[in-house]
């Protein structure tokens, strides 16, 4: 499905171009035109079209095991596989960088560890040492609850039917809490994995339809928007792109680092004043940065993720 690796790059690049366009320096913002700077927030919904992508690969693939050898623990170990390792090296660099720029260590081991194990938002005196991980915390509970229910929600249609749709009443109740928060999208995406496969169309299109509710009366418009492009996407307008399937490839990564890769760019270009470059310049400088690294990275860390968890099988 390579219209889904494009969807992946799309929502990696917004994401970037997003951070990069609000980066504030110390002689102000690098894009001075106010509006622009506005209507790129619309690129931090590139998280969310991550969600989304995630509930409709993870159950795909998940409803197209066999149940009969299926392992729970064998699934997570698998997931495991695939998102620490790069996970974890970005997070040694960001320790490795610290000390380098600083000359001192910034982290505890305990916030370290806290870090590592997406367990931060469990404890009142720690913090994340970036703020993407929050949105690793969701996307990996998402996998230990999905893991699981897929279990039930295969066996039955109206089982599926049922959960989906108390999923989603809770969210009208608890949508502060991150993971209930997000549950809209990851639904989107598990009922748009039962309609590629042409499965119980009547009742996953309401469920789609249920999903778009919650997001209409309880949400910013933009996350109504963003939903809307991502299930069309998925279902009815599949971009194949040659450029955009290269970086959907190491989208991961490319997630992961462009802080790092092109944040620390803009910062020693603005900053630290070593090149006196025009903001649009510096930001297409540090997106071509952000993709260079992020693929040096895939290829020595995130590729090697890849092969162990497809040695892992049901």
């Avoid at 040492?129 to 039955?156: A, C, D, Q, W």
Wanted: net charge positive; charged share 15%.
């Amino acid at each position: 499905m390579g219209h889904i690796e494009s969807l992946r790059a799309i929502a990696a690049l917004m994401v970037l171009v997003f951070h990069f366009l609000s980066f504030h320096g110390v002689d102000g913002f690098l894009v001075e035109n106010a509006m622009i700077r506005d209507y790129s927030r619309f690129g931090a919904q590139g998280v969310e079209l991550f969600y989304i992508i995630s509930g409709f690969v993870i159950y795909y693939s998940l409803t197209d095991t066999n149940s009969r050898i299926y392992s729970y623990y064998t699934y997570l170990l698998k997931r495991f596989a695939r998102i620490f390792p790069p996970f974890l090296g970005i997070l040694a660099l960001i320790c490795l960088v610290a000390v380098i720029w600083d000359g001192t260590y910034p982290y505890d081991a305990k916030q370290i560890l806290e870090n590592a194990t997406l367990t931060v938002d469990l404890f009142r005196d720690s913090e994340w040492m970036n703020p993407i991980f929050t949105t690793l915390k969701v996307e990996f509970s998402f996998y230990l609850i999905i893991g699981f229910l897929v279990i039930f929600l295969r066996r039955h249609l109206l089982i599926y039917s049922l959960v989906l749709f108390a999923a989603l009443v809770l969210v009208v109740f608890f949508h502060s809490v991150d993971l209930i928060h997000n549950t809209p999208f990851f639904i989107a995406g598990i009922v748009c994995s039962e309609i590629y496969k042409s499965r119980n169309l009547l009742v996953n299109y309401l469920l789609l339809i249920c999903s778009l509710t919650v997001l209409v009366f309880i949400f910013p418009i933009e996350d109504t928007i963003v939903l809307i492009i991502g299930v069309s996407l998925i279902l009815w307008i599949k971009i194949r792109s040659t450029w955009l399937e290269w970086i959907g490839r190491f989208s991961y990564s490319l997630y992961l680092t462009h802080g790092l890769a092109g944040g620390l760019f803009l910062f020693l270009i603005k900053n630290e004043k070593y090149l006196n470059l025009p903001g649009w310049l510096a930001i297409g400088l540090a997106v071509l940065v952000s993709l260079a690294f992020a693929y040096c990275y895939y290829l020595v860390i995130e590729k090697r993720a890849i092969s162990w968890s497809k040695k892992i099988k049901y």
